[in-house]
């Protein structure tokens, strides 16, 4: 057992945000200390403005990630990047969220100061029996999808796929999604929170709707959909550790601890989430809801103890 590599996991403190579609579940099955019952989301591994999270564990205690970025770059095995280039997100829906799209790297370039576009990914951990998620869109030209938008006939726009614990799913810039009630999951994301919002259900949050960005959705949908299908992947496999996804974004995977497993990673950091049961990390105790940062040259990592962990890097 390397106690003394475990000192250098840099684990952080994560953020929360309450939403008219939150719940409870962050803090009933993630044991999240936020009181309140409209919890939506934990930042769990972010350099965002929104929330910067602090690291609480090694020599840098006290840092923000954005700083250990700046300053510290070597953690990262230099990695390149104006900022830090990825986010761990655990969303939990009480309610649907609004249908919303997201611009591509470029098309945020253009039009919106100083941002990445956002493509992200979703690892689904708990969903209400018969629980569902919007990815995709059924108008056939861009003139049919702008009618539907202006016409508001939301119902036969979009398009629902069905949903259990385990299923992932890539949402690339330009798909038309949304998260429905009942479900909770992992997102990893490119740092950016770039949204255009196309409907919210009529809802009056604080007394008012909420904005939206129809024209710019309008520019940015992607016509007509990709089927969707061939972007769920169902983890039904037996394998310790699996490869999710791997774009030019990110990759992810699922990694199961047993009772015992040695894991090395050839990439330059991995941010990894603990999302079910509890175990060690070359002797140091992790549980379900810890998110923690393994920096350059860490190398072969212990795990014991019996949890789930998604875990995500940039691509090779
Ligand atoms: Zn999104």
Redesign the pocket.
Known sequence: MNQVNSEKLIFLRPGFYHSVWGGTKLRTMFGYDEPGDDVGECWGISAHPKHDCVAISGSFAGMKLSELWRDHRELFGDAPGEVFPLLTKIISAQSDLSI?V?PDDDYASDHETGTLG?T?CWYVLDADPGSSLIAGHNAKTRAELCEMIDNGRWDELIRHIDITPGDFIQ?DPGTV?AICGGVTLLETQENSDI?YRIYDYDRLVDGKLRELHLQQAKDVITVPSPDISGLVIHDDSADDVFKLISCKEYEVYRICCRDGLGVEFERPFMLMSVVDGSGAVDGCEVKKGDHFIVPYGYGLMSLTGDMKIIASCLPA
Request: glycine share 0%.
């Open positions: 919303q997201h956002k992200e949402i999604h949204t």
